[in-house]
């Protein structure tokens, strides 16, 4: 009972974090989660410690982004948080909640890979959503299977940028492609889609320049 009231009001910190744009309130919401974490142990209560780590882990993320300069510190510490939550949640077993957890693990090494050594980590994220569309399929979830083929091509468009790979390029074309078909089919997603598109003609105008010079 202490671990969920607890966990309520990490959810309201960090609500009224994103109201008021105010990191101490993110802060003490990590906090709070942290501390569930920690209360409840791995081996006692596996699946709500993993859940507490998840939570961290998504505020970290919002924290990376809250504050720059200070962001790699966070997305770093979110990807660990990540991390120890698939230790609990198995692909086997949870094959959904592990793809969920796998895709956000994802978008956090995508955004680590503006940092530091930058393509070992991107050709990680690019890994890692390969990985999620073996659970998310189009033909049995759509909307999630165009939600991580977005994240796979905005990956694999961000290595390409630094290696040129004409492949890499080909599979963010792909990604991206099949994304807007699903995206525009689907109530409510047509701004996403129009956003996919454009990164699509970035994708394209790359290609044909590569053809150019060929």
Not at 35 to 61: F, I, K, N, P, Q
Not at 119 to 126: D, G
């Amino acid at each position: 009972m202490w671990a969920l009231i607890q966990t309520h009001l990490g959810a309201i910190l960090e609500a009224d974090a994103r109201l008021r744009k105010d990191p101490l309130a993110l802060e003490a919401a990590i906090a709070r989660y942290k501390g569930v974490a920690d209360s409840l142990g791995r081996d006692e209560h596996g699946y709500d410690w993993a859940l507490a780590h998840v939570r961290r882990a998504m505020a970290l993320y919002k924290m990376a982004t809250m504050i720059p300069e200070k962001s790699t510190e966070h997305l770093k510490s979110a990807a660990s948080a990540f991390e120890e939550a698939l230790t609990v949640y198995d692909k086997a077993q949870m094959p959904l909640r592990w793809a969920e957890v796998m895709n956000h693990y994802g978008v956090v090494q995508m955004a680590l890979g503006g940092h530091g050594n930058a393509e070992a980590i991107l050709q990680q994220s690019i890994s890692t959503f390969r990985k999620v569309l073996e659970i998310r399929r189009r033909n049995v979830t759509p909307l999630l299977w165009a939600q991580t083929s977005n994240n796979l091509g905005a990956a694999c468009f961000a290595l390409a940028k630094r290696t040129n790979e004409d492949y890499l390029l080909q599979e963010a074309a792909a990604c991206f492609q099949g994304a807007i078909q699903v995206f525009r089919r689907s109530r409510g997603q047509k701004k996403r889609a129009q956003v996919i598109a454009q990164n699509l003609q970035r994708v394209e105008q790359m290609l044909n320049e590569d053809e150019d010079a060929a």
